[in-house]
Nanobody, 115 residues
Framework: QVHLVESGGGLVQAGGSLRLSCAAS????????MSWYRQAPGKQRELVAI???????NYADSAKGRFTISRGNGKNTLYLQMNSLKPEDTAVYYC?????????WGQGTQVTVSS
């Protein structure tokens, strides 16, 4: 089975930085597109950033200028560099991959930004 596993979450003060990682297993194929979503308690899950196999990126307005999504040298590795963090960034962050029109999700990693 295909699995995505996130890591790198934690507790940080406002203005600090975190780097999230996502590693895929169970497939030899490259995901057509990979992305990061987040969900805060009582709120709906929202798209944060997305990157294609060719390296094209797009960001939510709330993340532009502060977050950077990238792929590693491996076929299915994903990163999210988060700078200038705000309390409103507090959420569970999920790794997402699209492969052959099928959506795959990680279990999530908690990011907490204190004020």
């Amino acid at each position: 089975q295909v699995h995505l596993v996130e890591s790198g979450g934690g507790l940080v003060q406002a203005g600090g930085s975190l780097r999230l990682s996502c590693a895929a297993s169970g497939t030899i194929f490259s995901f057509n597109v990979m992305s990061w979503y987040r969900q805060a308690p009582g709120k709906q899950r929202e798209l944060v950033a997305i990157i294609t196999l060719g390296g094209t990126t797009n960001y939510a307005d709330s993340a532009k200028g502060r977050f950077t999504i990238s792929r590693g040298n491996g076929k299915n590795t994903l990163y999210l560099q988060m700078n200038s963090l705000k309390p409103e960034d507090t959420a569970v962050y999920y790794c997402h991959g699209l492969l052959s029109s099928v959506n795959y999700w990680g279990q999530g990693t908690q990011v907490t930004v204190s004020s």
